[in-house]
């Protein structure tokens, strides 16, 4: 059989998610032949995008990879589809705060600085947010960066419950403020508040995913391309080992290469640390862009915890709950002079429904103790920063499979923070709290696996995050982050992409 004929483009993107899908908006409409190389394929729009028991119980669109944690091995909450975790994710987009760019001090060590500030993201998260039509408000969050752009459009309202609790944090003292949010929503938008958002994918494409705003407007241009099914296994260098060549893929059960002159490798924080150590020879013996040793170190989840506020005779009908965030304790609780160090962000979950709460609890819980409990709770998401630690890693066993070891820091923080967002949940009328944290096998957030820095020797990436060691390699996802902040990433990965996406565009590859 003859094996299938060697592509060529000038740029290869593998990975269509927030992080490759930028880069290919930057390069749409140039005459750069560029591919984008997906493992997954279009994720159907069916009734199922919507149904709780499908995504929840029935794990319908989880990949069925198996992963080894420090538990034993499970399938864990990922997604292969054109536009990545944003196909799921909550459409939070949250700019990150001045400080999280600079050195901070947490309770567990040192938040490092990351080698660009945050005036250099400035203008890229502006346009992250026109690309995402994010709504949002400006004024009310006492932690919130300087901005040279408004936000594209105002914020989605409260619904009644979210509203009159927004008044009780205001009368408790506290600055809520309403979160950023990519959702096509009010008149004349796509979203019919159809009670799902946050962990489901859109039917009707009203969510700001990358599929919708990125990948979809780009392959409108005619030097874009996408490959669906295709699974990059390695990457393959020139005898200097400095230039990458090609990607070896599975394709339609065939392996093949596919050559470029630009490789931007955006297949997620687990998997782009994979593909670089799986492209380990001779020249690079632990691995691709990994003379400092740090790929695969420095995975980092957040720490989070989901809150249940229950009032027994007060029903909660919201549909669009994803619409308030508490900040005030984002940099640490003056109030409390013996732990001077940052808490975290809290903000309003996806509404849960009982097959979501099924899902997660012992079996023996009556469906109608679900029931009640969804129907009266208002939920929570409390989220801590998860410092960079070096034994905190993704690496292959011996027969390929993906291990991640995570080392906790900062859980004195967390568990701090849970405490503090339940006593102000039962301040403002809430009696009885529940809480759940979330564990690495749901590694919605994860990032830092290919850390960028100013020094070759610590980083493999460089601030514009090409690889020290290769002249033609981009690594654009979240596995850049050199530290995770405390707030939702896919705004500061899109960022940061853009910002990589216009260098090329307008520096290296004119
Ligand atoms: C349930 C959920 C809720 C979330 N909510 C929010 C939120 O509200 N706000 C927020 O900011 N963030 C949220 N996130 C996180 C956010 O979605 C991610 O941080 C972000 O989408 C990651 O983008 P990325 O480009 O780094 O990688 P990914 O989105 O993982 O994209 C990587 C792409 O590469 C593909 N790929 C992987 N391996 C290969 C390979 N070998 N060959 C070819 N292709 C490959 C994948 O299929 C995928 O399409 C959430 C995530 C989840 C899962």
Not at 238 to 253: F, L, P, Y
Not at 419 to 431: E, H, Q
């Amino acid at each position: 059989m003859s094996s299938p004929p060697v592509l060529y483009y000038d740029v290869v993107i593998i990975g269509s998610g927030v992080g490759g899908g930028c880069v290919a908006t930057q390069l749409a409409g140039t005459n750069l032949r560029t591919c984008i190389l997906e493992r997954g394929s279009r994720l159907p729009r069916e009734m199922e995008n919507w149904d709780a028991e499908a995504v929840f119980v029935d794990q319908r669109y989880r990949t069925h990879e198996h992963w080894e944690f420090d538990s034993g091995k499970s399938r864990p909450g990922q997604y292969y589809y054109v536009g990545g975790l944003t196909k799921f994710f909550g459409a939070a987009m949250f700019r990150f705060r001045v400080e999280d760019f600079e050195e901070v001090q947490h309770e567990d060590g040192v938040s490092p600085a990351w080698p660009i500030r945050y005036s250099d993201l400035e203008p890229w998260y502006g346009q992250a947010e026109r690309l995402f039509g994010v709504r949002g408000g400006q004024g009310a969050d006492p932690t919130e960066p300087w901005r040279t752009t408004t936000y594209p459009f105002p914020p989605i309202p409260h619904e009644p419950v979210l509203a009159s609790i927004e008044q009780r944090l205001r009368q408790a003292s506290l600055h809520p403020s309403p979160m950023p949010a990519a959702v096509d929503y009010g008149s004349g938008g796509k979203c019919q508040r159809c009670g799902t958002c946050d962990a489901f994918p859109c039917r009707i494409g009203a969510k700001g995913d990358a599929e919708v705003c990125l990948i979809d407007p780009a392959l409108r241009q005619p030097n874009v391309s996408l490959r669906t099914g295709v699974k990059v296994n390695r990457l393959l260098t020139d005898s200097t080992g400095r230039r990458i060549v090609a990607a070896e893929v599975e394709e339609g059960g065939e392996v093949r290469e596919i050559h470029a002159e630009t490789f931007i490798l955006a297949a997620g924080a687990v998997n782009s640390s994979v593909i670089l150590q799986r492209s380990s020879s001779p020249l690079h013996s632990s691995g691709l862009a990994n003379s400092s040793g740090v790929v695969g170190r420095h995975f980092m989840n957040h720490n989070c915890t989901g809150l249940m506020a229950l009032h027994p005779l007060r029903s909660n009908h919201t549909r669009f709950p994803k619409t308030l965030s508490v900040n005030d304790f984002y940099f640490g609780d003056t109030s409390d002079p013996s732990f001077p160090y940052p808490l975290g962000n809290l903000q309003l979950l996806g509404k849960l429904s009982e097959p979501m709460v099924r899902a997660a609890m012992p079996s023996w819980m009556p469906r109608q103790v679900g029931r009640w409990l969804t129907g009266h709770s208002v939920d929570w998401y409390v989220m801590s920063e998860d410092l960079p630690h070096p034994e905190s890693t993704v690496r292959l066993t011996s027969s390929g499979q993906i291990k991640v070891h995570w080392e906790r820091t900062n859980r004195q923080a967390h568990q701090r923070w849970v405490k503090k967002a339940t006593a102000i949940l039962k301040k403002i009328g809430y009696p009885v709290v529940l809480a759940r944290p979330f564990t690495v096998e749901t590694p919605s957030h994860q990032c830092g696996t290919v850390r960028f820095g100013t020094d070759p020797a610590a980083s493999a990436l460089d601030p514009m995050c090409k690889a020290w060691d290769h002249d033609n390699l981009y690594v654009v996802d979240a596995s850049f982050f050199p530290s995770s902040a405390a707030l939702n990433p896919a705004l500061t990965i899109a960022a940061q992409a853009l910002r990589v996406g216009h260098h090329l565009r307008t520096e290296v590859l004119r």
